[in-house]
């Protein structure tokens, strides 16, 4: 401003309340992937937890923005059969102090053991059959209780579909190893089906006489 009526104005300072400027940094935000919970048996376990592991960013803060909570936890040996749990709080701290936290999980689950059953052994004769015919169908029921209760991750049992019984008159034995493994756990049921065959039949008489009526 001017003061005065000469040719020579005079600028004199006016006192004003001082301005105040309030700078507003952003803060940091913390950004995690969604939950991951894989059934078991997956077989994209480790893309999976690739893609799980990069998707942990921020955004905003006052540079620098540190990661204060340390790596992101490995994958553990094995994920395929011992299953996974992980838990992670990620956070950030920024050149102001300010922090953001957020947590996301990664889970899979761990497959049941391969299990399988099978019938006690049999000992038994020629003589408990009426024939052939009631020999094969006790065979085929006692291999019928062969079973896979339990498969894992997608295990085969052996193929016992060209076992044949003994002979009823001959007798045999038949051994069954029955298993099934995946790539993780493995189950077998061993038992035999025996017949013992009959003894021959065996008939005895006297000798042949011949006489006379005189004697």
């Known amino acids: ?9 005079e600028l004199k300072d006016i006192p004003a309340p001082p301005i105040q400027l309030k700078l507003l940094a952003q803060p940091p935000v913390a950004h995690c992937p969604d939950p991951v919970d894989l059934p ?11 893609n799980w592991k990069s998707d942990f960013s921020y955004s905003g803060g006052t540079a620098p923005v540190t990661v204060t909570s340390g790596p992101v936890p490995a994958l553990p ?10 838990s992670y ?11 953001s936290t957020c947590t996301s999980t990664f889970k899979v689950g761990k497959p049941a053991a391969v ?14 059959f009426a024939d052939q015919t009631a020999l094969n169908n006790a065979f085929a029921e006692w291999v019928a209780k062969f079973q896979l209760l339990e498969d894992g991750c997608n295990a ?18 038949v051994d069954v190893t029955y298993e099934a493994s995946d790539n993780c756990t493995k189950d077998s049921h061993t038992a035999h089906f025996y017949i013992t065959a009959a003894a021959a039949v065996d008939v005895t008489g006297p000798a042949s006489v011949d006489l006379t009526s005189c004697d």
């Open 156 to 173: 085969i049992p052996t193929d016992l579909s060209k076992l044949v019984p003994p002979s009823l008159c001959a007798g045999g034995k």
């Open 40 to 50: 078991a048996c997956a077989s994209n376990i480790q893309t999976a937890y690739d």
């Open 115 to 128: 299990d399988v059953t099978g019938p006690a052994s049999v000992d038994l004769t020629s003589c408990d």
């Open 1 to 9: 401003r001017t003061s005065g009526s000469s040719a020579q104005s």
């Open 77 to 86: 040996a094995n994920p395929e059969c011992n299953g996974v749990n992980l």
């Open 89 to 99: 709080e990620y956070k950030v701290t920024d050149f102001c102090g300010k922090t």
